[in-house]
């Protein structure tokens, strides 16, 4: 029979690393987090730096390789249509088929940004 005085070290030792061992088990894997609901709402309007900055993304991407280029009419002459004219060319005009993978909101945001109309 192992000594008292061996018995009781152990003991305390275990003791000792008892809190080591609880604060293993609490790291654990997380409790998977319930996913937030996605709100239904529609995209806030643009605002103003949205479409100066995306709008001229747009228009680098998907227009100035004609409409900046000599193959189109330049950029000034798109600015003197109106927003709702140029929304009106992507949308069913000739430039329709270029914008058909466009969304409302790009094409909005496009035609904001070209006619000047940032607002
Ligand atoms: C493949 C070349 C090409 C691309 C790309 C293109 N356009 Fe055009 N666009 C033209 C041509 C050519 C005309 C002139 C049509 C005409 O003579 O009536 C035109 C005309 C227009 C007009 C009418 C301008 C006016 O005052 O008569 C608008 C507005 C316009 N484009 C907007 C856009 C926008 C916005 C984009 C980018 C999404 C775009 N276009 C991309 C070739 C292009």
Redesign the pocket.
Known sequence: MPSLAIRSMVRSALVAMTPLFLAACAVGPAAPVAAAPVAASPAPEPDAAEIALLGER??QE??????DAG???PRT??A??SRQ??LE??DT???AP??MF?STRE?TI??RH?SGVAN
């Open positions: 747009l228009f998907r227009c100035s390789t004609c409409h193959r189109a009419p002459q798109i003197a249509n004219q140029i060319a992507l005009g000739f430039m270029i914008a466009m094409k496009l035609a070209l």
